[in-house]
């Protein structure tokens, strides 16, 4: 998802023998559906883990505004324009809420930032995609925001206060987003025979990436088994996309446009679509750094991290003084 | 949407596009900024700049559709026509620039957009002064922020007061435009709908006045303002690349719904 | 001194005679930009009428061990409680 591959550094998980005093406590908290807050005693790994978790979240939020900024300026109508605004804007506000939730781990924001732009932290393999044309604002908002949805509604019960209280505003703020990609959708899908291949064509090239963002089938890992027994994953991947799956395809039969996939069947049996695996080794490809555009979403954030410092610098220097005046005129 | 008032136009229908133009362009190169911004909160507050400016335009425009008469909308005029019919500011369609002159160009704006909306509150063209009622309440949080960042930029850092004094430099000729007038603007002036922009030079150049000294900036001599863009007699070539960007959809494409 | 503009937590009042509610945190260099950050932060899908910052490093807090000598003594003064005490039907409203 928009933490896809969060390697843990527990080796699995522990049973109540092999536990300290203090990780039974904590694990029976988790287990009785308490909240941990920041001040509370918590086993590192889990601190650990949160802040990459939490981090590769914010990440995403922050390199997911490129591919629809990139739209923005070319909107087609003024109200298009304001709405893909107002969404871009959203995940400017998510990205900040989640940096904050991973702040009170006691990571700062500008060393997350720079993680990010070192290549030390990830974010979601599904930004590295290109928009090229207006329907991608329709099929980024059904698909990938519809994906993301999916993951963040069951985060909003994660054992950890602050990330918890993050999904929760955010998911509120997000119920728009998905709604305003399918209507984009809806209106290109109506329209012109060149609006229709425009949407298709979107469809085409966001339906495996979009599958891809839930991660490879963590059944067998430690890793998810240990975030799962913490609470700070509530799904399996699988679990996930299955559901995504199901939901997907009746709206693409709505719209009246194919689902790019010969393997698409109903499967009466487990009550869902059977359905063809996204390609693995592109996904790992793309998270390593090879995907079409990771090397420009970086410098793009690179860029602008660059060229704000003097501001940053400057407006920080003005509040000193303030306050250095303020103290002196006490 | 023509320059000076011509038999038969209406001199709202001339107004409510040069207000509307000016919101239009200037959050346009406001939104260019989205993601790019020097910090998260910077980027949220600019967007929301953004939005009032491009939400503003909308009612501008679809009242000047409305007076002229030719069944055009705010899409309309917004997405098709070319950049010699545009009736904006030139100070807003020059490009980005840095942050500098981004927020530079910002106070600059607002500051005057504050006073002339207090102005048009008052028009006795209802639907003018709506819109002026509406717009004045965010131009007035706009002003607020962009003011405020100018000063503590000024006054920052040795290389943000360099990088704003020179923003400064850049920006400053384009402010002459904001007082002039034409036969439109005295026809409106004396119908009482909108306030002749030379009685708005006292009070807006002593805001800026204010503004620049807390900030530690001083504006250059200018020999001769920089004018045309409400006119339609000038443009800067910058202009005609952002309607390029902005009008590629709907030329291409033409007559579709999005 | 750290170059990253300090940590302010918001807190926004949603409605005229609710209390101010906290919100959620933002960075800002000083408290009058930090109440502007906090009014486009939070307050964009009109959430607020009123709007309190205050840098994080300021706020004291009780200690997470001290939950129980804090808290639970009070668990057990059920008499605090207007449930606590049968007053018959026949004597009205109280």
């Known amino acids: ?330 | 949407m023509v320059g000076g008032p011509i038999a038969g136009v209406d001199p709202v229908a001339i107004l409510a596009g040069r207000m509307g133009d000016t919101a239009l362009v200037l959050g346009h190169r406001i939104s260019e900024w989205c993601g790019l911004a020097p910090a998260l909160e910077e980027d949220i507050a600019l967007a929301n700049t953004a939005l009032d400016l491009i939400g503003q335009a909308k009612l501008w425009l679809d009242l000047a559709g409305a007076r002229e008469g030719l069944g055009r909308d705010a899409d309309g005029l917004a997405y098709l026509r070319d950049a010699w019919d545009f009736r904006n500011l030139l100070l807003v369609e020059r490009p980005n620039g840095d942050f500098g002159d981004t927020i530079l160009r910002q106070a600059l704006f607002d500051g005057w957009h504050v006073q002339l909306l207090a102005g048009l509150r008052d028009s006795r063209d209802e639907q003018v002064a709506a819109i002026a009622a509406k717009a004045s309440k965010e131009a007035a949080y706009h002003w607020q922020r962009s003011r405020e960042t100018v000063i503590a930029l000024g006054d920052g850092t040795e290389e943000s007061h360099a990088r704003m004094q020179a923003a400064l430099v850049r920006a400053w000729p384009f402010v002459g435009e904001m007082f002039e007038s034409d036969e439109t603007d005295a026809a409106l002036s004396s119908a009482g709908i909108a306030p002749a922009p030379a009685t708005l030079s006292t009070s807006v150049m002593g805001a800026f006045e204010e503004m620049l000294a807390e900030a530690t900036l001083r504006a250059p001599e200018v020999s001769r303002w920089q004018t045309g863009g409400r006119s339609g007699r000038m443009h800067t070539e910058h202009l005609g690349h952002m309607l390029s960007t902005m009008q590629w959809l709907q030329r291409a494409y033409p007559g579709c719904d999005w | 001194m750290s170059d990253e503009w300090p940590l302010w937590e918001v807190f926004v009042r949603g409605r005229h005679g609710l209390s101010h509610r906290h919100v959620g945190s933002l960075h800002a260099p000083d408290a009058e930009t930090a109440i502007r950050n906090g009014r486009d932060v939070y307050t964009r899908r009109n959430e607020g009428v009123s709007i309190w910052v205050v840098e994080a490093r300021h706020i004291s807090a009780t200690a997470p061990g001290d939950k129980g000598p804090l808290f639970e003594p009070s668990e057990d003064k059920v008499y605090r409680h207007p449930s606590f005490y049968d007053i018959p039907d026949d004597v009205g409203q109280m």
């Not at chain 1, 390199?63 to 709405?83: D, F, S």
């Not at chain 1, 985060?155 to 929760?168: C, F, H, I, K, N």
Request: neutral net charge.
């Open chain 1, 1 to 330: 998802m928009y933490a896809q591959m969060v390697k843990s550094t527990g080796r699995g998980v522990k049973s109540p023998e092999e536990m300290t005093p203090e990780e039974r406590a904590f694990q029976a908290r988790i287990d009785a559906d308490e909240k941990i807050e920041p001040r509370d005693w918590m086993p590192d790994g889990y601190r650990k883990n949160l802040i990459r978790q939490i981090g590769q979240h914010a990440h995403s939020e922050i390199v997911g505004q490129l591919p629809e900024g990139n739209w923005i300026t070319r909107a087609p109508t003024l109200e298009r324009k304001m709405i893909l605004l107002a969404k871009v804007q959203d995940e400017a506000g998510h990205g900040l809420y989640l940096y904050a939730a991973a702040e009170t781990l006691g990571v700062s924001r500008d060393a997350m930032t720079e993680d990010l732009l070192s290549g030390r932290m990830k974010y979601s393999s599904i930004f590295n995609y290109p928009t090229l044309t207006w329907a991608d604002m329709g099929a980024v908002g059904w698909l990938v925001d519809g994906a993301a949805i999916m993951n963040q509604v069951p985060l909003q019960r994660t054992s950890y206060g602050p990330y918890a209280r993050a999904m929760v505003r955010i998911c509120k703020e997000e119920s728009f987003h998905q709604r305003q990609g399918f209507d984009i959708m809806m209106k290109m899908a109506q329209g012109s025979p060149a609006q229709k291949r425009m949407a298709q064509d979107a469809l085409n090239r966001f339906w495996y990436p979009s599958l891809m963002m839930f991660g490879p089938s963590d059944a067998t890992s430690v890793h998810s088994a240990q975030s799962m027994a913490w609470r700070i994953k509530i799904n399996s991947n699988d679990e996930l996309r299955q559901k995504f799956v199901d939901q997907t395809v009746p709206q693409a039969e709505y719209l009246g446009l194919t689902v790019p996939d010969d393997g698409l069947a109903w499967n009466a049996e487990k009550g869902g679509y059977d359905f063809t695996e996204p390609d693995w080794e592109e996904f790992f490809a793309v998270l390593k750094g090879d995907g079409p555009c990771n090397a420009e979403r970086l410098q793009a954030r690179q860029k602008a991290w660059d060229d704000g410092a003097w501001v940053r610098e400057g407006l920080l220097a003005h509040g000193r003084k303030r306050r250095a005046a303020g103290i002196a005129a006490q």
